[in-house]
């Protein structure tokens, strides 16, 4: 069975600093990773998504994650925070077809805080 | 390209109510997913349909069901509503294939009462 642990519900940065959301997993087979983030009383934008093409991935808004097989993580950085950066964000794993059909499994999500 | 809508945004019910939730996919995607989001549980999903056809369900009561017509759109039921039902229901669509991103609506805000 697939599953997701996001080590820290909350985070707190400067403005300018780096972001270090951590994500790891666990998955029965090569698994596709994915990171969503979520502003207070949307749904879930994509921000990035690893599919085993390449194992460092570049997203939106300057986000990347790096695929750490011998670890089985799956970080999210950024180098610079920004103001528009606060948010909740979700690190999911899919183990595509057969018995996962459409089933994203989520982590229980990082709250980022940017300060000024 | 029109996102994925969900109607109502919001709603409020009673216990013992029934209610439907609706989901437009993107145009093209005939894959749809549904989700619960709670700030207990997290996000934890309900049921995928593809061509009318259900494909994989999570770990809910039989209280839940949902079903895809002709033209990707989905609805999910819920009958006997219960308290801990409160919760934002998201729905998601993809194209075919294993690989492909779920993009999430804005989601269906219901409230039990």
């Known amino acids: 069975a697939q599953s997701v642990t996001q080590l820290g519900s909350h985070v707190s940065v400067s403005e300018g600093a780096l972001v270090l959301l951590r994500c790891n997993y666990s998955?029965?087979?090569?698994?596709?990773l994915f990171w969503y983030v979520q502003y207070p009383n949307q749904g879930l934008q994509l921000l990035l998504k690893?599919?085993?093409?390449?194992?460092l991935v570049k997203g939106i808004n300057g986000f990347e994650a790096e695929f750490k097989k011998s670890e089985t993580s799956f970080h999210l950085t950024k180098p610079s925070a920004h103001m528009s950066d606060a948010a909740e964000y979700f690190c999911?794993?899919?183990?595509?077809?057969?018995?996962?059909?459409?089933?994203?499994?989520f982590g229980q999500g990082t709250i980022l805080t940017v300060h000024p | 390209k029109a996102g994925v809508t969900q109607t109502p945004r919001y709603l409020i019910k009673t216990r013992g109510q029934q209610v439907t939730l609706s989901c437009s996919p993107i145009?093209?995607?005939?894959?749809v997913s549904w989700y619960q989001q709670t700030p207990g549980q997290g996000l934890q999903f309900l049921f995928e349909?593809?061509?009318?056809?259900?494909?994989n369900k999570g770990n809910f009561p039989g209280r839940f069901s949902g079903r895809q017509f002709s033209n990707s759109r989905s609805e999910m039921n819920v009958s006997t509503l219960e308290l801990g039902d409160s919760a934002l229901y998201l729905c998601?669509?993809?194209?075919?294939?294993?690989?492909?991103?779920?993009?999430f609506g804005p989601g269906t805000r219901l409230t039990v009462l």
């Open positions: 998601a669509s993809s194209s075919v294939g294993p690989t492909d991103t779920q993009y």
């Open positions: 998955s029965s087979v090569p698994p596709y």
């Open positions: 690893y599919t085993s093409a390449a194992t």
């Open positions: 999911a794993v899919s183990e595509g077809g057969g018995t996962s059909y459409g089933k994203l499994t």
């Open positions: 145009s093209g995607h005939r894959s």
């Open positions: 349909y593809f061509s009318e056809t259900q494909r």
